[in-house]
């Protein structure tokens, strides 16, 4: 079963690439999916610029951080020429996720 894909994904020239946000800059495709937009540690924005000691102590840098998290993410989904698949957990979505008007979004739980 799976060869007939691998064929068929041969004979259109199908290619699947997996890139970090970052190496993907200055590069597009028919489609992306960006994977791992949670909340917390290990997630997008990462759970350290939430850390309110560190708000306090530098706030400006926090800030600073989290534009530059911003602007990955806006690098990230521009990738896409066609489709965009953003995936995340239910109930632990990234903050980011939040700024996208609904009249662009398409939810679908899995």
Same mark, same amino acid.
């Given at each position: 079963?799976?060869?007939?894909?691998?064929?068929r994904?041969?004979?259109?020239?199908?290619f699947?690439?997996a890139k970090?946000?970052?190496?993907?800059?200055?590069l597009?495709?028919?489609?992306?999916?960006i994977?791992? $937009?949670t909340?917390? +540690?290990?997630?997008?924005?990462?759970?350290?610029l =939430?850390?309110r000691?560190?708000?306090v #102590? %530098?706030?400006?840098?926090?800030?600073?951080?989290?534009?530059?998290?911003?602007?990955?993410?806006?690098?990230?989904?521009?990738?896409?020429?066609?489709?965009?698949? $953003?995936?995340?957990e +239910?109930?632990?979505?990234?903050?980011f996720l939040? =700024?996208?008007?609904?009249?662009?979004? #398409? %939810?679908?739980?899995?």
């Amino acid at each position: 079963m799976f060869s007939n894909y691998l064929s068929r994904f041969k004979t259109q020239r199908v290619f699947v690439q997996a890139k970090t946000m970052h190496s993907a800059k200055g590069l597009e495709a028919k489609a992306v999916f960006i994977i791992g $937009l949670t909340q917390g +540690k290990g997630g997008f924005p990462d759970i350290w610029l =939430e850390d309110r000691i560190f708000q306090v #102590v %530098k706030p400006t840098q926090h800030d600073l951080l989290m534009e530059e998290e911003r602007r990955l993410f806006y690098v990230a989904i521009t990738r896409a020429k066609d489709q965009l698949y $953003l995936i995340t957990e +239910k109930n632990n979505e990234s903050m980011f996720l939040e =700024e996208i008007p609904d009249n662009f979004v #398409v %939810k679908t739980i899995i």
